[in-house]
């Protein structure tokens, strides 16, 4: 018997169930193609599952990387209904069924203020976030969770860097947490006040982010360069 068995057969500590660590993934929302056609060489999103497939991607990575972890999955779903009647096709379903697929908790946050409480409640007891993931549209100041969907060009529902402090609770995050926005813009501003929140940095870059290479199974990548 080894000298960890002796001290809990000795009554002296009591063995918690093994923990994995506990991984977040954002997505927001999607583009309506018949706004996005109005805007010229300014228009963009066209594949509806940019930040589906970039989410599953990020999956795959840590389930390879870390068999066992938890992973807590959270889509915002007004902007898949409204392009999934767009294209004729069920993009909700099929998003609840690659969460099957992949063997996560799949969350549908409906605004900013249920990704806020989602975040929150992701964690169960005793666990901490250990990495974090957004994909979606952003700027320098915010997660976009919808944008050029209800209007065109313009975004209705937003996490603001200014809300962080109060809508996210600061002892959810592990010490050494590992948080990634792949939004457009974010490290100009919003990862300097996510340290400044939460005690960790978030990587952002500080241009725009493209999404290209997610159809071949790689995380979007960065026009500039990426910052903490």
Same mark, same amino acid.
């Given at each position: 018997?080894?000298?960890?068995?002796?001290?809990?057969?000795?009554?002296?500590? /009591?063995?918690?169930?093994?923990?994995?660590?506990?991984?977040?993934?954002?997505?927001?929302?999607?583009?309506?193609?018949?706004?996005?056609?109005?805007?010229?060489? *300014?228009?963009? #999103?066209?594949?509806?599952?940019?930040?589906?497939?970039? *989410?599953?991607?990020?999956?795959?990575? @840590?389930?390879?990387?870390?068999? $066992?972890?938890?992973?807590?999955?959270?889509?915002?779903?007004?902007?898949?209904?409204?392009?999934?009647?767009?294209?004729? @096709?069920?993009?909700?379903?099929?998003?609840?069924?690659?969460?099957?697929?992949? $063997?996560?908790?799949?969350?549908?946050? %409906? *605004?900013?203020?249920?990704?806020?409480?989602?975040?929150?409640?992701?964690?169960?007891?005793?666990?901490?976030?250990?990495?974090?993931?957004?994909?979606?549209?952003?700027?320098?100041?915010?997660?976009?969770?919808?944008?050029?969907? #209800?209007?065109?060009? /313009?975004?209705?529902?937003?996490?603001?860097?200014? #809300?962080?402090?109060?809508?996210?609770?600061? %002892?959810?995050?592990?010490?050494?947490?590992?948080?990634?926005?792949? $939004?457009?813009?974010?490290?100009?501003?919003? *990862? /300097?006040?996510?340290?400044?929140?939460?005690?960790?940095?978030?990587?952002?870059?500080?241009?725009?982010?493209?999404?290209?290479?997610?159809?071949?199974?790689?995380?979007? /990548?960065?026009?500039?360069?990426?910052?903490?």
């Amino acid at each position: 018997m080894n000298l960890m068995r002796l001290i809990v057969a000795a009554g002296l500590v /009591a063995l918690s169930p093994l923990s994995h660590g506990l991984e977040v993934i954002l997505a927001g929302g999607v583009a309506l193609r018949s706004w996005e056609n109005f805007r010229g060489p *300014s228009a963009h #999103d066209n594949w509806w599952a940019n930040f589906i497939r970039a *989410s599953t991607v990020q999956i795959a990575l @840590t389930q390879a990387k870390k068999p $066992g972890e938890r992973i807590v999955w959270i889509v915002y779903r007004p902007s898949y209904i409204t392009r999934s009647k767009e294209n004729k @096709t069920d993009f909700v379903s099929r998003i609840r069924e690659t969460a099957g697929k992949y $063997g996560v908790k799949l969350v549908y946050v %409906d *605004s900013a203020a249920e990704a806020y409480e989602a975040i929150n409640k992701a964690p169960r007891k005793g666990e901490r976030i250990n990495s974090f993931y957004y994909f979606g549209h952003s700027n320098p100041h915010a997660f976009m969770l919808d944008y050029s969907n #209800d209007i065109i060009g /313009a975004s209705t529902e937003w996490m603001h860097e200014n #809300d962080l402090a109060t809508h996210i609770r600061r %002892d959810i995050f592990a010490p050494d947490a590992e948080c990634w926005s792949y $939004g457009c813009y974010t490290g100009q501003s919003m *990862s /300097a006040k996510w340290k400044e929140v939460f005690g960790v940095p978030l990587w952002g870059n500080l241009e725009s982010t493209r999404y290209q290479p997610v159809g071949e199974g790689r995380l979007p /990548a960065g026009a500039g360069r990426w910052v903490r």
